[in-house]
Each structure stands twice: as C-alpha cells, then as structure tokens.
C-alpha cells in the first residue's frame, strides 16, 4: 500500500488542481514540472487506468509500458477535461507576445517543424506551449490554450495558459497559401485531430463544447513548405499584422 500511494501525487494542470497516479518514472518526470501542493480537494482525480494501459500494449506491442501510461494517462485526462470546457486538439502551439498560435496536422506532416520556423523567425518572442497535445480551454467566454505534460517525443511544453490567436490546419505543397475557414470547415478537422473512441455522453460534450468554441476561434487551412516564408505568411495571416 505504501509503495502505492508513493505513486499518488498533487498537480496542477490547465489550472486545475489534480490528484493523479503515475506509476513509471516517464510519466513522473514529463509531469514534474506540473507538481503542486494544495490543500483543497483536488478537483480532478485521475487513477491508474488498467484498462486503457492494456488497450495500449495489446494494439502496440512494440510499445514500452511506460509509454503505455503516458498514453492512457493523456486519455484520461482529456477525457475528464471535457467536463471542465477543455479538449485537446493534437497540433503544435507556438506563442508569440503572449499569443499562442496552434497548428495542427496528421503526425509527419510538418507541424513542428513549422512552428521551429516561428522560433527562428521570432527568437526570444517565442516559445513553445506544447508540441503535441495542447489543450483548449473555454473560460468566460474566451478561449486559452494551456500546457500539459502530454506534448509528444519533444516533450517541449510549458505549464501556462495563453489566449488563443488562433488555429491553423496545414499540410505539405511546394507552394505556401493560406485562407481563412468557417466552423463548417474547421469542425471535422479539430474531430479527426482530438479524442474520438468516446461514450456517447462524452461525445456529446465534446460537440457542444466545439459549437461554442468554434463561435470564438478564428481558423486557417494552410499548404506551406519549410521555408522561412511560410512562417512570415501564416504569422500574417493569423495575428493580422
């Protein structure tokens, strides 16, 4: 039992005061920075889940079972957000002057490799928020993106909470475009890019937390290449500068 409650541990992520369980030291350490000490009753409690932990080393055998926590914790968590006005939407999120830019994409597209643009361009403006699964808060009618421990095999993330300037889906062409889509257009990118395998009542929250999201967030479709221009042309487009 002691060697248990060893693994229970106070945290605070996307301002939420969180009890959770990590059991290997790959999920201790990507939420170390996240560690907190409050007195309350936490207002997330997030146990070790056997079930999803299974899920993952049955369907990826190759996976190593602290990776296996990594990923059935991040379900876990997102999926309670939900109850909270929070998705993850699995984009890069770059902030500039206190802005956070997100840019989202099938893995390998390019997002990272895009938002490392806007650090070159930037410099000592920029940082990265989370490279992989930040998370979108809906609070007092605006919209922020926060930092988690889950950002990917950077494992670049910030434990902060930023505006949102907006969302930006993008994918590879010889030629660098942008313009700008509708909440028509967003709503099945953001549900290809989020969590999907759902209960029903889950997805019903998550849809009427993307209605009203949507009614708030400004989104692009972007086909750009690795040049230093694609950065000057979504950071354009996307701050209105």
Known sequence: MGAAMDHIKKYNICGLDVLAEFRYPRMQQLAEKYRCDFQA???LVLPFNEEKFEYYHERYPRMSEENCEVMSSAFSFYRALLGFGGFFLHSSAVVVDGRAYLFSADSGTGKSTHTQLWLRRFGDRAYILNDDKPAVMLADGQLFAWGTPWSGKSDLNENRCVPLQGVCFIERSEKN?????DASEALP???RQTLR???EEDMDRLLALLDKALSLCRCWRMGCNISPEAAELSYSAMSGE
């Open 189 to 191: 990118e953001i549900i």
């Open 41 to 43: 009753e936490p207002r």
């Open 177 to 181: 475009s942008i313009r700008r889509i």
């Open 197 to 199: 395998v759902l209960e």
